[in-house]
């Protein structure tokens, strides 16, 4: 391959792992592509030139895409503007020149993988109540149309819940079992679907290595399937909790809590108006004065008291019945998951002890608190 | 009486923090903003429309060249501080030098001595030294109700967030080195002003050869105190500080600026609220007041330069105060080692141990 490889998104948690390992094993090729210079904080270790390139200003993209080959889609955010982000980036790869574009979809795009052995080419389920889900759909669907015209290979990658060391899907777990607001819905028996972070980088290194066209939509996943009651068992285990801690709550429909209103309030249109629009120093006023009005202020936890707090996500992801099937991304790609999900709690129970994670103290969790 | 005011770097830093502080200080006929500087012409107008009576210049010798301000704030990437200092100290102002004072120890040497030749106050912006908390502590500390044997653990990380306009931040010739430099200055001056001179014993950090630090961990000593900083940028800590005594234990509040959590040992915790207050304004008996938030510490520490340049007070942090932290911060670089990220595969360990910054030298 002569070109270079860009990475969008690469100050996300995916794409800062991809670059850990890409300048680990010594590749040089990788051009990291960020959309502010913010995002150049979470790599700066690594001391790689990056590129600025905002998937709303096409030409600053097409100008960051300049001599790639493989372009490496990983970006995140609103997901209002997941459609339009993926139709930019298509565009600007297009006329950059680019051999090859890999799109991280998801696999929420399939609601709750309601079918064994669902195909890989299904179609997303567009009435999906969660709009990260619906618009990761849409995007699948332009990309779908733009396959047809062959004006280069797409790739469109579905991880499910991408876990390991820094990951939301690690954090908070570990939170919940130290502060006693763990949850399983019925009998924990729903499917996680995950897959480990350095697992879904491999995947990414196969596509770009593939010497033949390969278009399509591939599942990825790792190789074990793992319940929630399992991934709760072994966080729990590996965090010296007692699982007879975790909260069990029904199965048969989703009944939404204090916390799960507050959470929809923030997706609503004015809240995201608002948040954009205050002044910082307006904004901490207001989360200050918010807190002083309902802090009880009491003394220092010492865990497992809290009650759940299901959300509507949490509830759904829970209610999985069947794992992502993956066959066909082995047989295009061959087999990538070198970390077991053994290993990858191994690693992912190290990261938190290196944050000074400790499960006794109910309010010591990674991001809680601030030390002013 | 109305001082006049220069800002040298008009980043996101000056943005956020300092420009709402003093359009209230221009509104209260503190202070009136005589000249912005920075040469991006862009941003200096875009300040300029909250300034009315400020001129816009690209460097602080066209700004110099036509006004002698009574203090002069400067805000631009740290490997400059010294010399936009030296150049306000020449002319006849004195500064308010946002943190790191320096990119290096020599640079700071130099604004040291620059600020004590030309008799004017050198205020460093530490703004953490204003929080009402470290009042609180520093009494409790002082009282001995934490006993003797005094150990503690400071952690403070999360994903970057701050919106900076350029990369100065994370090139080691620019800003002189990473986290460390960004969050570890404001920490280990907390740090100072509760246990005194600090001393660092290890250093380890996750810097590659042409990289700067995202994460650092540093082995401290102060005289009665010895403990642990964690610093990151790249991930969440379980952020917060503590300090454990023969007779009890101590921690900030998790988000208030003006409390503090404290218990004799084997007793229930108990919140105490500090009653700490900084002038308002110029006046001699003016109003005081407690800041609650960040931006309003911004405020109070601005007002405390102005009146160290009006009435000689002293400054919340000397020339020699950040002088003394350009120093740690140098020993540290100086015993750096590769810090263990016990998480990689043993492989990836071997790479990031070979390539640490360290072993270039």
């Known amino acids: 391959m002569s070109g270079a490889i860009a990475i969008l998104g690469a100050g996300g948690f995916v794409g800062a792992r991809m670059l850990e390992m890409s300048f680990l094993a010594g590749r040089t090729d990788i051009v990291p592509v960020v959309r502010s210079f913010r995002s150049v904080a979470r790599v700066a270790n690594l001391g790689m030139s990056h590129r600025l390139g905002d998937a709303s200003q096409p030409e600053s993209l097409e100008r960051a895409l300049a001599g790639c080959e493989v372009v490496v889609n990983l970006t995140t955010g609103d997901p209002a503007d997941i459609l339009r982000t993926t139709r930019s980036i298509y565009r600007a790869a297009v006329a950059s020149g680019v051999r090859l574009l890999i799109h991280a979809s998801s696999a929420t795009v399939y609601g709750q993988v309601a079918q064994p052995d669902l195909p890989d080419d299904s179609p997303p389920q567009l009435d999906h109540w969660m709009p990260y889900a619906r618009e990761k759909g849409l995007a699948e669907n332009f990309l779908r149309d733009m396959m047809a015209e062959r004006r280069l290979d797409i790739v469109v990658l579905r991880p499910g819940l991408i876990w390991g060391p820094r990951s939301p899907w690690v954090i908070r777990p570990a939170v919940q079992l130290a502060s006693g607001s763990a949850y399983l819905v019925g009998d924990g028996g729903g499917i996680c679907n995950l897959i480990y972070v350095d697992n879904l980088v491999r995947s990414i290194e196969a596509v770009i290595a593939h010497p033949r066209q390969v278009s399509g939509f591939y599942n990825v996943a790792d190789d074990e399937t793992t319940t929630w009651r399992e991934y709760y068992a072994a966080f729990a285990a590996g965090l010296g909790v007692d699982p007879a801690t975790v909260h069990t709550v029904p199965a048969d429909r989703f009944r939404t809590g204090l916390g799960g209103l507050a959470e929809e309030l923030k997706k609503l249109p004015p809240y995201q108006w608002l948040k954009y629009r205050l002044s910082p120093e307006t904004k901490s006023a207001i989360k200050l004065r918010l807190k002083l009005a309902f802090d009880r202020d009491g003394p220092a936890q010492s865990g497992n008291s809290a009650s759940p707090e299901v959300t509507r996500d949490m509830w759904h992801l829970q209610t999985t019945r069947h794992p992502l099937p993956t066959s066909r991304f082995k047989a295009a790609f061959g087999h990538q998951n070198r970390s077991s999900f053994a290993s990858g709690l191994a690693a992912s129970l190290a990261w938190l002890r290196f944050t000074g994670f400790d499960q006794g103290r109910a309010q010591d969790s990674p991001g809680q608190g601030s030390a002013p | ?361």
């Open chain 2, 1 to 361: 009486m109305t001082l006049e005011l220069m800002a040298v770097g008009c980043g996101t830093v000056f943005d956020q923090y300092y420009l709402p502080a003093l359009q209230k200080l221009e509104s209260r006929g503190m202070v009136r903003v005589v000249a912005l500087v920075d040469p991006n012409p862009g941003r200096t107008a875009g300040i300029q429309k909250h300034f009315p009576s400020a001129g816009a210049f690209a460097t602080p010798a066209e700004a110099f060249a036509v006004t002698t301000p009574d203090l002069t704030i400067i805000a631009s990437p740290p490997n400059l501080h010294a010399e936009h200092a030296l150049s306000a100290f020449r002319a006849g102002s004195h500064v308010l030098c946002e943190k790191p004072m320096a990119a290096s120890v020599g640079d700071a040497e130099r604004m040291v001595a620059a600020a004590s030749a030309a008799k004017r106050v050198l205020a460093v912006g530490m703004t953490r030294r204003m929080y009402p908390c470290l009042t609180e502590a520093r009494a409790l500390i002082a009282s001995g109700a934490l006993g003797d044997d005094l150990s503690f653990v400071y952690r403070e990380g999360g994903v970057y967030g701050w919106p900076v306009s350029t990369d100065f931040a994370f090139r080691r010739a620019t800003a002189g080195g990473g986290v460390l430099i960004d969050k570890g200055t404001h920490v280990l001056d907390f740090l100072a002003a509760l246990f005194g001179r600090p001393t660092a014993a290890a250093y380890a950090d996750d810097g590659y050869t042409e990289g700067v630090e995202t994460n650092c961990r540093i082995g401290v000593e102060f005289p009665g105190a010895r403990g642990t900083v964690q610093l990151s940028w790249s991930q969440p800590l379980v952020n917060g500080f503590h300090v454990h005594g023969s007779a009890g234990e101590l921690t900030l509040h998790p988000w208030r600026l003006d409390a503090v959590r404290f218990r004799k040992k084997g007793g229930p915790w108990e919140t105490r609220i500090s009653a700490a207050t900084w002038p308002g304004d110029l006046r001699q008996e003016g109003k005081r007041g407690t800041p609650w938030t960040y931006e309003e510490c911004v405020y109070y520490q601005i007002v405390q330069s102005l009146r160290a340049v009006t009435h000689g007070e002293p400054v919340p942090v000397t020339g020699e105060d950040g002088l003394l932290i350009v120093h740690t911060i140098d020993s540290c670089y100086r015993r750096a080692t590769p810090l263990r990220l016990e998480w990689l595969p043993e492989a990836e360990q071997a790479q990031a141990d070979s390539r640490h910054w360290s072993r270039r030298q």
